[in-house]
Structures are given as C-alpha cells and as structure tokens.
C-alpha cells in the first residue's frame, strides 16, 4: 500500500513535532514517522530525566551543607533511589505524553510508529506501508558511542540511557569519558552517595573548553570527592567476581560496582538505508546538510543532532526554526547565523557563549578580557556558592563581543544578556551601560567589562 503525503518527517525530537505544527498549520497533509520514544532523546534519555535527577541530588546536597546555614538537621542524610526514579520517570512521561498527545491530535497529521527505510528519494517504507512525499525531514537524533575497547564486551557497562533505569546506588560509579556527559552524572551520584572515579584518556576534562576552565571544573569535582585518573592510555575492562575492572592506564586498574561509558555520541542514520535515496553522509555518519539544512538531495532536509551542526535541544530546535522559517515564510535564515551557545549542567553550571579566550587568541583578533571570581560576586557569595569564575572576551578593535564563559551559580541564566548583545551586534558599551538588578549574578556583567584587560 502507498500512501501520499506533502511532507514526510522522520523522528519526533525537538525539530519535528514543531516543524509538524508548522506544516500543517500551513494546509499541509503531514505523515511523522516515530519507531520508538516520542520527545526523542531531551525528553527520554537527556535534559529533562538527567536534569531531575540533578535537582535530587541538589537537594541531598543541600542538605548536607544546612549547617552551613544555621539549619540543624539531625540524624544522616539517607537517598531512596527509587523515589528518585519515580520523580524522574513522572517527569519524563507526563512531557513525552504531551508530545504524542499533541501530534496524534494534529489535524493534518498522520502518526505512524515503526521503523522508516528509504525506498527512494521521495519513498519511504515504514512497516509495511509505503509513504511518498515531495518533501522528506530527518530528525532522528543519536545514541552514545560505544568505543571497540578491551574487554567492553565482556562486562555490564551503562549508558546514558541504561543509567536512567537504575533504582538503586551504586556503591562504586566508575566513568569512562571526562566530558560533558560524564561529568553530569559524576556529580550527581557523589552527591546520592556512590564513590566515583572519571576516567578520561586524554590530559584534561572537558577538552574543547579553556584550560583554567577545565582545571577550575576539576577541582570543584574533587572537592566533593570525585576521584579522576587522566592521560589514561590503556582502558580495559574485565570482571572481577562482582566487580568490573577497568584498565586506567598500564599496571593499573580501576574496581567498580558499576560502569557508564561515555565516550561520545553517534548519529541514528546508519538503518535509514540512505544510499538507497542517494544521501550523502560524512565519515562519521552525519548527514551532510548545507547552511538551509538541506542534504545534497533536493527535497530531503537533515534536522538535529543526525546532521553534526549541533548537539543540543536547542541548536535541534534552532534548526526546525531556519527550515520553517525558509519554507513558509520566504526567509533565508542559515546555520551559521546563530551563535554557539551551551551549558555544562554541573553545580555550579558551566555556561558558554561564542569564543573562549584561547579560540579568540587563535583567531587572530586583539583580545581584552574582563575577569572576576565568584567570590567576588555578592549574590554567590550571599548564597555560599563562590566557586568558580566569570569571562568575557571582546574584540579592541571593534568592540565586539567575542564570546564569554560563566562557570558559576546562575550562569546559565545570566549568559543570556551577554548572548543577546551578541546576537543583536551591539558593541559592549550597550551591554557595559545597562543598569542590571541588583543583587543578581548578571549585574557583575558591565563591571566585567569596564575592566577589560590584554
């Protein structure tokens, strides 16, 4: 059986429920194709379920530090990782119930659940139904990277996504992989109560970040009492009776109750039968889009992670924004337009926005930098949080921008007036002259930059 349809989407993440909502709002008949999880991996196995989990461990942590605050609480602080689990899955289900509620309520949009295979470039079968459209959108995101290591599989390991079904503590937490992944889960399962150690093969965590930003991350972790083995140049793994161990280097090795491999990710584009609708896919995978998102193909676009132009829900989301955008309302917005913008959710959390002061450096402009540690930012120090630091980097010549990094409470937040500047081209004097609220993270932002420095 064919059916016929305008657009055809494939995956029901951030871009395609949205692109949908737009598509057929415009009086086009819409099929979305989902095989698995409606909200895709944000929903399911990312933001929301890993962000809950850290707003539990928050909390513990919290606390745990009462005294700090004149609070007395008596008697130890205990976790009951099944409530935790619960919260979480509530969290998890009720947006991935909104998701498929909304679009099986669409008018003009017919859901199908399986599994999509391109037939051609304008055929798509999925089950036993053949689907045709004169315009094809992917957007089925990615999964992590499992490495071809010693042993690997030979030994229980965790993912991402098998970490979300855990209901219990772990007595020993052991991480391959010290990015950003990684270091998430780190930090929340000290703070449930497991012991952890990071494994990272190269010299640094979190690599594609400053060097200062990396050392200040790492020492905020081990404060806690997160262990880390670098420069790990022979992961293994092997089982020990119970225990799984893992080779951190030679003549060393790591016992752990449990392990999460995160090494990475890989885009979901390897059982789309592609070559059969000519689609071409770079080295890694990725599907090759140009700065409208569409693929060599015309009439197929590539939208989310499965397309290597961004690894976020909101560069997905951006994506669907600059497809809808150009398709309907006669735009010619690109990809690179935005700005790389991305958080770090530890505690406190890493916020980034364009360049780090290496990459400005590297790029040959002439750099001023404003710095200030947290413990020089009243609202940090008013909430006993001063770890960490603010930077902003612009450019002397002309006055623009580069880019800013905050690693501290609230920088998640505040990086957004520094964004916004950015993305309205504004010089720093615009920015440097506001008047912020006070007493807030933010209103440290003008100070930075009437301090800029070579």
Known sequence: MSTAFDALIVGAGQAGPALAGRLTGAGMRVALVERKLFGGTCVNTGCMPTKTLIASARAAYGVRRAADFGVQIHGPVGMDMQVVKARKDKVTLDARHGVESWLKGMSGCSVFEAHARFV??????????????????LNVGGRAAIPDLPGIQDVPYLTNVSMMALDVLPRHLVI??????????????RRFGSE???????????????????????????????????????IRFAQRGSDIAV????????????????VGRRPNTDDLQLDAAGVAMDARGY??????????????????????????????????EIVAANLLDGANRQVSDRIDTYALYIDPPLARVGLGEAQARQAGYDVRVGMRPMSRVGRAVEKGETDGFMQIVVDAASQKILGATILGVGGDEAIHSILDTMAAHAPYPVLQQAMHIHPTVAELIPTLLGELKP
């Open 196 to 234: 952890v150690t990071v494994i990272e093969r190269g010299p640094r965590l979190i690599s594609r970040e400053d060097p200062e930003v990396s050392t200040a991350v790492q020492a905020i972790l081990a404060r806690e009492g997160i262990a880390f083995h670098l420069n790990a140049d022979s």
């Open 287 to 320: 599907i090759t889009v140009d700065e409208q998102l569409r693929t060599n193909v015309p009439g197929i676009w590539a939208l989310g992670d499965c397309n290597g132009r961004g690894a976020f829900t909101h560069t997905a989301y951006n994506d669907f």
């Open 120 to 137: 051609s470039a304008r055929s798509v079968l999925v089950g036993d139904t053949l689907l045709e459209a004169e315009r094809i959108f």
């Open 247 to 262: 080779g951190a280097t030679v003549g060393h090795e790591v016992l752990g109750s449990h392990v999460l491999v995160a």
């Open 176 to 189: 391959v992989g010290g990015s950003y992944i990684g270091l998430e889960f780190a930090q929340m399962y």
